[in-house]
């Protein structure tokens, strides 16, 4: 086997690996009552509260 | 973070663990100046709670869990073998592999998580795998 499939196998794994780590970390996200992504765009930004 | 941790320990529970503890002393810092200098601290943090994990690990002699789906998908797979050296490798170099592989993180970063230059982290990624591919050679 070459380096470059051994690489290959690794990024692979790798890309397993953060799907499975999803989930883990969303738990954790839950738990801190984080939100890691940015927004897409402005209409997704939080909008102040108009007074009553 | 999460899959570089999990490929360290691959125990989802410790992960879990290390995660929040990562997270928790990260956050207790000053604030950081921005996103990537938080991610350092972040990486750096939860590779200081892994090296004293593993550890603790091998002190009292506990076997290394291994999930059960991992280790069905692993099974008798060319990348169970990659692995499988892998695990021989020094921790350093093991590390230097998950920040890569797992975490995708430049080599410019891995070389500030870790306190080596990012020429060095470059020669060790590229031994580690020449390493790998001879082990393999030798296995057959």
Redesign the interface.
């Known amino acids: 086997?070459?380096?470059k499939?051994?690489?290959e196998?690794?990024?692979?794994?790798?890309e397993?690996?953060?799907r499975?780590?999803?989930l883990?970390?969303r738990?954790?996200n839950d738990?801190?009552g984080?939100n890691l992504s940015p927004p897409k765009s402005s209409e997704d930004e939080p909008k102040a509260l108009e007074d009553e | 973070?999460?899959?570089y941790?999990?490929?360290r320990t691959r125990d989802?529970r410790a992960?879990?663990d290390l995660?929040?503890e990562a997270?928790e002393r990260a956050?207790a810092g000053a604030y950081p100046p921005d996103e990537e200098a938080f991610a350092i601290r972040l990486f750096t943090t939860a590779r200081d709670l892994l090296v004293s994990h593993l550890r603790a690990q091998s002190r009292t002699g506990a076997p290394q869990p291994q999930d059960e789906i991992e280790e069905a998908?692993l099974k008798s797979t060319?990348?169970a073998r990659?692995?499988g050296h892998l695990r021989q490798f020094p921790q350093r170099e093991q590390d230097i592999?998950a920040l890569k592989?797992?975490?995708?993180l430049t080599n410019g970063q891995i070389a500030q998580v870790v306190g080596l230059s990012e020429g060095k982290v470059g020669v060790i990624l590229y031994r580690t795998?020449?390493k790998?591919?001879k082990a393999?050679e030798r296995e057959g």
């Not at chain 1, 196998?9 to 790798?14: A, F, Q």
């Not at chain 2, 592989?101 to 995708?104: L, P, T």
């Open positions: 086997m070459s380096t499939e051994i690489r196998l690794l990024i692979n794994e790798g397993r690996r953060r499975l780590g999803l883990a970390q738990q954790v738990a801190w984080l | 973070m999460f899959a941790i999990y490929g989802t992960t879990e995660a929040s997270f956050f998908v060319d990348l990659i692995l592999i592989f797992d975490a995708e795998l020449r790998l591919r393999l």
